[in-house]
């Protein structure tokens, strides 16, 4: 397929580009009223993962109000864990719960990788997704597929829910049995690159590895229990599908980018709470850097988003191996035109 | 007053000691059932901080289960806004609040350095704390005095509460409104410089500002934000009592180490999620680094323990410069038994 505008993908070449590539991460989210209408429809977040036609949908939205240069597909980093039985649900208001966590040495010898045959409609929403980019036989810009991090989905499985104080059940087990913790990350990783691989296959022209919760840990840990598994996910993609660019988005792990870099990533996620002349120094001029711009911004206005743009590019070079991006998440009160603003600016860089 | 263990204070000077000086963030604290005993006598946590005896009492607990070479000031760093009149609570279950936050750009302008004979009661406490650290005319070990830092206070002050999101409304005063922002740190900067002071003449041997917040910030934000106010009180008070040492714990600004090693402060805190060897690395040899034990440690096992005691301090010189502390505040749940052996390991290391 031929990709009508494709500078998100030449951001992984070390080519000098005439602006940087911009996205936005969870760009087609509840900041957006159409965004909430189309939910609305589908009934609930998990049913609106589960349609492919309203996961086109939604991914369109963003590109039809900015002038983005990727889109990402609409789904959710805890699709796999509930595909190994776990039991997914979002209580309204709430955030995901798994009905059967790991919480037994018999339930962590009971894990195994998932059919990705219950994952289908993930793949059917990738497909569905590259037809709604096509018009007269090109695609308008790259698609990104993603999963999250082996360590991030056993935070989860683990824990049953999210965390206010940096997931206790998973951490102590990763302490007091790091085999069994092992066990869990080792089916982690051979689902995860099953599912980005039958990503791939439907289409999918790069791939990020969400790893929310890697940044809990300590350096040591991180690379340990976080960083290796993610490298062996990486290195398996690159061998069967050497043009996919894969990026890796640890949330505050902006200790160990180098060794993120080492390790075989063409791309890194940075959040917003580093400096990314920073991490260029730490990472070296051979690695693509994504972010990592303060979601709130989006909730000031034009002159704070015009002046801390300009700070935050100091001293780096955004025609380099650079994807403009939010360092985290965009957040339901950022206002929509000031988006606009935001995308405008990082547009003119 | 001669001090019969000096070896807390000894850490801060260049000398070779024979073990790491151990002391625990909230060594009084909830996970000891004769703390929430006197806690019950005094009805409530602000109760208690306001008794100068019940501080005293609960200062010598777990003295008197461990083997603890310091002891720290029985208090809450929220006293100082409360004394400006922000109004501070803490609703049953819940965090602090403040019923007058700073809101609009008047309330600013009305913020002053509160008088201090209003903190008279936390001067009376540390007062009382010496007396009671004192038998047959030598003190048992060194007492610790301690403030917020003015940017952590500030968010409090702004939020009027603590916050899951990163102190958004804190924020967005900076990022829009610096002048308006560097205001409220100015005042803080006045009052924790007049509050530190003061315990020092009560009796306090070292202090320890409290920077719970500052590593939300990206590097650049940070040092503008939260280090260079800090730095601006450990220059007055090294200018005024030379022989006292003030300890930095910024949690989060891993980053930022060798600014504040350069910055004047004797000692870093430093948080669990870092490594040891790397922020010695980044510190250099004459500052005195305190930490950083994971606190779920305490709820593990004694093999576990041991075994990450001895990871934690691969490479690292635990004989110099170098005091042995949880990296952040214990957490009910510990097992005061557990405590036993951690305070037990470290001291024979």
């Known amino acids: 397929m031929n990709i009508k505008n494709d500078l998100f993908l030449r951001a992984f070449t070390d080519a000098k580009l005439p602006r940087p590539p911009i996205w936005l991460m969870r760009q087609a989210g509840r900041y957006l009223p159409e965004y909430k209408a ?23 939205q963003p590109l039809e109000r900015y002038d983005l240069d990727a889109a990402i597909l609409f789904s959710d980093i805890l699709t796999v864990p509930d595909a190994m039985g776990l039991g997914l649900t979002f209580g309204v208001g709430e955030g995901p719960r798994f009905s059967k966590p ?38 308008r810009v790259p698609l990104i597929g993603f999963s ?3 360590f991030t989905l056993a935070c989860y499985m683990i824990e049953g829910a999210g965390s206010a104080d940096a997931f206790p059940l998973t951490r102590r087990m990763m302490l007091q049995r790091p085999e069994l913790f092992q066990k869990v990350l080792d089916v982690n990783v051979g689902a995860v690159t099953a599912y980005l691989s039958e990503q791939i296959r439907a289409g ?48 505050g792990a902006a200790h160990s980018v180098g060794a993120i870099a080492a390790g075989g990533a063409q791309g890194i996620g940075v959040d917003w709470q580093s400096d990314l002349a920073d991490v260029r120094a730490a990472a070296g001029p051979h690695v693509t850097l994504q972010g990592n711009f303060d979601p709130l911004l989006l909730t000031t206005d034009e002159d704070t988003i015009r002046r ?23 957040t339901p009160d950022a206002d929509p035109a000031l988006v606009g603003t935001f995308v405008d600016t990082l547009r003119s860089t």
Request: with cysteine; net charge negative.
């Open 38 to 60: 189309t939910r609305a429809k589908a009934g609930s977040f998990l049913e609106l993962c589960r349609s492919p036609s309203f996961c086109a949908e939604v991914l369109l």
């Open 102 to 139: 790991l919480r037994e040495e018999s339930d962590v010898h009971a894990l195994a990788v998932p059919d990705m045959a219950k994952l289908q409609y993930v793949f059917d929403a990738v497909a569905e997704c590259k037809r709604a980019l096509t018009q007269d036989g090109e695609q």
């Open 204 to 251: 999918a022209d790069a791939l990020m590895l969400f790893d929310t919760w890697g940044g809990v840990l300590a350096p040591r840990l991180y690379r340990e229990f976080s960083l290796a598994p993610m490298q062996r996910i990486v290195a398996a993609l690159r061998a069967e599908f050497p043009s996919v660019p894969v990026m890796i988005f640890s949330r």
């Open 308 to 330: 801390e743009i300009a700070k935050s590019l100091a001293g780096f070079d955004p025609h380099h191996r650079y994807i403009a991006n939010l360092g985290h998440g965009i």
């Open 148 to 150: 999250g991090s082996p």
